[in-house]
T-cell receptor, first 114, second 111 residues
Framework: DVKVTQSSRYLVKRTGEKVFLECVQD?????MFWYRQDPGLGLRLIYF???????EKGDIPEGYSVSREKKERFSLILESASTNQTSMYLC?????????????FGQGTRLTVV | DQQVKQNSPSLSVQEGRISILNCDYT??????FLWYKKYPAEGPTFLIS?????DKNEDGRFTVFLNKSAKHLSLHIVPSQPGDSAVYFC??????????FGTGTRLQVTL
């Protein structure tokens, strides 16, 4: 059974804190993604990675960075958390396949910045 | 710039009837389309997909139709069941593997 695991279901952090969101997949997938979900805005891509130590900006990378030191792990970092980063964060992984392939999602992390 | 659009934020359908969820896209480089279902406080789960070389794909109660000339796809659920109540996201991908999502449609199946 495929599995994408996010380290926390719920987090509460203070403004200005550095926040780490961790994601691990056990499917040996090349691609990993971080999205955020907000009401009325759908899922927006923050960053993605095609391979170890490789990263690409998504549609809303400002205020975030990522790290992929191992194939199975993709971390999202909020350098200095702000209240407008309160959101549901979703990690996903997928195979690299030209014909198209579905992404598998973790259960999500609900982050509240106070 | 919203490349994948779901213009109906919500839809209510009676149990047993057909649910039709619509999605439009603007990027002609998209060649693979997917539908995801999401319950509150859970991650999205893959439902069904279609390649741009096809115009229909069916899986049980779920059928996705693709009209490339109109840049439009739809998801049909027949018959609708109360457990289908969720938010449905349309997604698309092209030469890059990243998925671009729509804003979602909340489906409510009533008894």
């Amino acid at each position: 059974d495929v599995k994408v695991t996010q380290s926390s279901r719920y987090l509460v952090k203070r403004t200005g804190e550095k926040v780490f969101l961790e994601c691990v997949q056990d499917m040996d997938h090349e691609n990993m993604f971080w999205y955020r979900q907000d009401p009325g805005l759908g899922l927006r891509l923050i960053y993605f990675s095609y391979d170890v130590k490789m990263k690409e900006k998504g549609d809303i990378p400002e205020g975030y960075s990522v790290s992929r030191e191992k194939k199975e792990r993709f971390s999202l970092i909020l350098e200095s958390a702000s209240t407008n980063q309160t959101s549901m964060y979703l990690c996903a992984s997928s195979l690299e396949y030209r014909g198209g392939t579905e992404a598998f999602f973790g259960q999500g992390t609900r982050l509240t910045v106070v | 710039d919203q490349q994948v659009k779901q213009n109906s934020p919500s839809l209510s359908v009676q149990e047993g009837r057909i649910s039709i969820l619509n999605c439009d896209y603007t990027n002609s480089m998209f060649d693979y389309f997917l539908w995801y279902k999401k319950y509150p406080a859970e991650g999205p789960t893959f439902l069904i997909s279609i390649s741009s070389i096809k115009d229909k794909n069916e899986d049980g109660r779920f059928t996705v139709f693709l009209n490339k000339s109109a840049k439009h796809l739809s998801l049909h659920i027949v018959p609708s069941q109360p457990g289908d109540s969720a938010v449905y996201f349309c997604a698309a991908t092209g030469t890059a593997s990243k998925l671009t999502f729509g804003t979602g449609t909340r489906l409510q199946v009533t008894l």
